[in-house]
């Protein structure tokens, strides 16, 4: 059975880009565009790893976070944001952010 990878990002041609460069990758690929909507899908689906954005409308990077450090601290998170340097919510990260990339993201990178 493939493991499901969620991925949060508002900005569409970034999605597109992530399905692209996943397209034949060995899971699935799940997408929301903010943190809402991933809450969802984390309540409907199993789910082996987040990658999120920080800056995001109605629910951000940094609530999603709390929100898997409460409700599901075995995922691990990869975080990828173009505002890594001076985002508040970067201090607050926590143990299971595993990674951090800044946008443009390197997709050949984020496989590894």
């Known amino acids: 059975m493939k493991k499901n990878v ?4 508002d900005e569409a041609t970034t999605k597109l880009l992530y399905g692209e ?5 060995d899971f699935n690929l799940l997408m929301a565009g903010d943190g809402y909507s991933a809450k969802i899908i984390l ?8 990658v999120t ?17 409460l409700y599901h601290p075995e995922i691990p998170v990869i975080v990828v944001s173009a505002h890594l340097g001076d985002e508040e919510e970067v201090q607050d990260l926590t143990e299971n952010v595993k990674a951090t990339f800044p946008k443009p993201v390197d997709f050949r990178a984020l496989r590894e």
């Open 21 to 25: 460069a996943f397209k034949n990758a």
């Open 6 to 9: 969620l991925i949060i990002e």
């Open 53 to 69: 954005d920080l800056l995001m409308p109605l629910v951000g990077g940094g609530a999603i976070i709390s929100h898997l450090n």
């Open 43 to 50: 309540n409907q689906n199993p789910i082996s790893l987040v």
